[in-house]
């Protein structure tokens, strides 16, 4: 189905939606914008099943690859206008902020609340258009100008590229945005309420955010999809080895093997984009797969050898599993030197990773028994429903407020 028919039907279905919404007393319309990286989505999707099941209208755009996903949490997904139906990374980053911002323009309902996620910091101005209050959702550690000066030099050298990739000057003047950059538009385009899917003990230069910042983990579910995998067949301890959706490094899996082989641990191996027969035969204690229901692996696994996305540490730490950070871009830095601040876990090189430091890493972290205490303090501190249940009822004042106005 090509672009505008999509958009045709959603706007049928979205007419039939807005005479419900007037026939229904109280019913709050949100709108959610997202842009199609899994580690920005995942993040978000507690939030929206949770504004649903409280009875509230919720339309969530993002990408194609993400309907199932948005759609499983009951918001009516809208798919991005003039965008590929499966768009290669390149097209992800150089497309998604422009359709995203043009897709929201587009829509006539009338809407209560914008929900947005920080990276795409356009989302106020929108919400600017549309007349409406907003929220903004931080899928890592919040921004400010004190943790961006402290930023390794790697990280503002990535997000300048990444800005000048997806944005640039011509789409922020086109977009009549404020911000001279990504980093600019990120650290002081606040709205009324911050939410940052992140433990506050984890948050670097928390003195330095005021109290519209608000700290939660909610509670991801557990996805198996067609992968079953014999834990009654394992020996203890399990470890578990993934480097999240984006990277796979065939040397890497060859080297864990090579590692962990035949040693008395059992390894979950997640080799994302590579299939496993490519690694050839391996021995009995490795069980790899191209996909890894990883919120269920972490209730079984004693370590987890993360590439230290925020959205995998935090499962980890709700699983109360340390961890070994091996991180390689962006926030994965950051995250993985608060891991070996708080001795949740320790870090090690990526780029080169040495077979004996990665051995040497792991089995410590399941030796030393401070690694595990310290995670499962940490697992209690986000394991508070009452914070999760604040969080929902202050965006929904915001709501209140909007209809009252």
Request: glycine content about 4%; hydrophobic content about 40%.
């Amino acid at each position: 189905m090509l672009g505008w028919q999509r958009y045709y039907e959603f706007r049928k279905n979205a007419n039939a939606r807005c005479k419900n919404y007037y026939e229904v007393k109280n019913m709050t319309k949100i709108l959610m914008i997202n842009l199609p990286f899994s580690g920005h989505v995942n993040p978000t999707l507690p939030l929206a099943e949770e504004l649903v099941k409280r009875g509230h209208d919720v339309d969530y755009i993002c990408s194609e690859q993400f309907r199932e996903k948005i759609e499983r949490t009951g918001a009516n997904f809208i798919p991005y206008l003039s965008f590929p139906v499966n768009p290669n990374l390149m097209q992800m980053k150089r497309l998604s902020f422009q359709a995203a911002f043009d897709t929201a323009i587009a829509l006539k309902p009338q809407y209560d609340l914008l929900i947005y996620e920080m990276f795409f910091y356009p989302g106020i101005k929108v919400a600017e258009i549309l007349g409406i209050p907003c929220v903004r959702q931080f899928s890592q550690p919040a921004w400010s100008d004190k943790s961006w000066e402290d930023a390794p030099a790697m990280i503002k050298i990535s997000i300048k590229l990444l800005d000048a990739q997806v944005m640039g000057r011509k789409r922020r003047k086109a977009m009549n945005l404020p911000f001279d950059s990504m980093e600019d538009a990120i650290g002081h385009s606040k709205p009324a309420m911050n939410v940052v899917y992140v433990p506050e003990s984890f948050q670097n230069c928390r003195d330095t955010l005021d109290d519209t910042f608000r700290f939660v983990v909610p509670t991801q579910k557990a996805l198996s999809g067609n992968t079953k995998i014999p834990y009654e067949q394992m020996k203890y301890p399990i470890i578990y080895i993934s480097l999240g959706s984006i990277i796979s490094n065939k040397n890497f899996y060859k080297k864990c093997i090579k590692v962990f082989g035949n040693k008395k641990v059992s390894v979950i191996l997640n080799t994302g984009k590579l299939d496993p027969a490519e690694l050839g035969s391996m021995p009995d204690n490795i069980y790899a797969y191209s996909f890894v229901p990883q919120v269920e692996v972490l209730q079984h696994a004693s370590v987890f050898l993360t590439h230290c996305g925020m959205n995998s540490v935090n499962e980890a730490i709700c699983a109360g599993v340390p961890m070994v950070g091996m991180p390689f871009l962006n926030d994965q830095i950051g995250n993985a030197n608060q891991i070996d601040r708080l001795r949740i876990g320790k870090k090690i090189h990526s780029f080169p990773c040495r077979a004996r430091e990665i051995e040497s890493a792991v089995f410590e972290v399941l030796n030393e028994k401070e690694y595990r205490i310290n995670v499962e303090k940490l697992q209690k501190e986000v394991s508070n429903e009452a914070t999760w249940d604040n969080v929902i009822n202050e965006i929904e004042k915001l709501c209140v407020y909007k209809e009252n106005a």
